[in-house]
């Protein structure tokens, strides 16, 4: 067989979505950092860092433990005025709503969905305890939606952070709209009563505690068996950031996370460039996925190892994630498969 080159196939080549998946059945990427902040001053402070970065992080508006008590209704308007604004150039800012034991749950998805739903990317739930929970508010969500007209469908992303929750995440990950599972490691430890010691809240711990570690490897599993994506946890490291790019990486090669939260703008670079893949991989995928559409993606030899679409999976959801990420792509690769 032929050796790989980086020359693009011809115009009108079948793309590797199209050829390496059923449809529906390649897992949308998104970005590699999600960005929280909870009042007007940080928000834009965000907003003006997305529009300098590019989308390589999602922002989301804080309604639950980020926003202050007491002003729920206040804290609702602005956020529909802050996804409604001109500063929302990606339209990539979500919205985590109140838990669904909340009395004011429903009041935010009125408010925020049914005002601003046709531009928000995403709206969190926190603090579910089954899968019917996760559908009575998505179900609330999709019609609120529909009613401020939005005309898809709006992924919902689901907070794994009680005994209940993670007891039924195979089912809550198998729910059609749910985009996401992400961890909430704090409110995790804090729901074993003492059980759990504060210092598995953080590294090295988090990454030791036999209970944190199963958590974690659970919602990786269902999330990446279900076609979604894994949110892994804060980090509280607000100084450091060689802390929090050694969280991320450690998420995202022992555990399978592919997102991470932010809570302070110093954090954002750090997570987006552990998450990223290694550069020569990439330009390694580049190689062997050019190849194969060059071939109408039958078996290749690629440095003395043979290839077919089960590599070829891996390789375009390296790439992706490359792209998703800010890495830079070979150019042929770029013109082949991101017109």
């Known amino acids: 067989m032929n050796q790989p080159s980086l020359e693009p196939a011809p115009a009108g080549a079948q793309h590797p979505r199209d050829a390496l998946f059923a449809a529906g059945e390649a897992p949308a990427q998104l970005?590699?950092?999600?960005?929280?902040?909870?009042?007007?001053?940080?928000?834009?402070?965000?907003?003006?860092?997305?529009?300098?970065?590019?989308?390589v992080f999602d922002l989301s508006a804080d309604c639950e433990d980020g926003a202050a008590s007491g002003q729920e209704a206040e804290q609702a308007r602005m956020v529909a005025e802050v996804v409604n604004s001109p500063a929302n150039r990606f339209d990539r800012v979500g919205v985590r709503i109140h838990a669904p034991s909340h009395a004011c749950w429903r009041e935010d998805v009125r408010r925020i969905v049914g005002e601003a739903g046709a531009r928000l990317a995403y709206v969190t739930i926190p603090k579910v305890a089954s899968e019917h929970e996760v559908l009575e508010v998505v179900e609330a969500v999709q019609e609120a939606a529909r009613q401020g007209g939005r005309r898809s469908a709006l992924p919902v992303h689901v907070l794994i952070?009680?005994?209940?929750?993670?007891?039924?995440?195979?089912?809550?990950?198998?729910?059609?709209?749910?985009?996401?599972?992400?961890?909430?490691?704090?409110?995790?430890?804090?729901?074993h009563r003492g059980a759990i010691d504060a210092w598995a809240m953080h590294s090295p711990g988090q990454f030791e505690h036999r209970l944190v570690v199963r958590a974690k490897a659970e919602i990786a599993s269902a999330a990446l068996a279900n076609g979604r994506m894994a949110a892994h946890n804060v980090c509280t490291e607000l100084r450091d950031p060689e802390v929090v790019r050694s969280d991320a990486l450690r998420a995202r090669r022992e555990f399978g996370f592919q997102r991470m939260w932010s809570i302070h703008p110093m954090q954002i670079a750090p997570i987006v460039e552990a998450m990223r893949p290694e550069f020569d991989e990439v330009e390694q995928a580049a190689q062997i996925l050019l190849a194969a559409q060059a071939r109408q993606w039958g078996p290749i030899q690629h440095a003395g190892r043979l290839h077919d679409r089960a590599s070829y999976r891996y390789y375009w959801s390296l790439l992706e994630r490359a792209r998703a990420t800010g890495q830079t792509l070979p150019e042929p690769a770029l013109r082949a498969f991101f017109p």
């Open 161 to 191: 952070e009680t005994h209940g929750a993670l007891r039924r995440v195979w089912e809550i990950a198998a729910l059609a709209q749910v985009e996401t599972l992400d961890f909430g490691i704090m409110d995790w430890v804090s729901a």
């Open 31 to 55: 970005a590699a950092c999600e960005h929280y902040a909870g009042s007007r001053r940080l928000l834009d402070k965000a907003l003006a860092l997305q529009a300098e970065m590019g989308p």
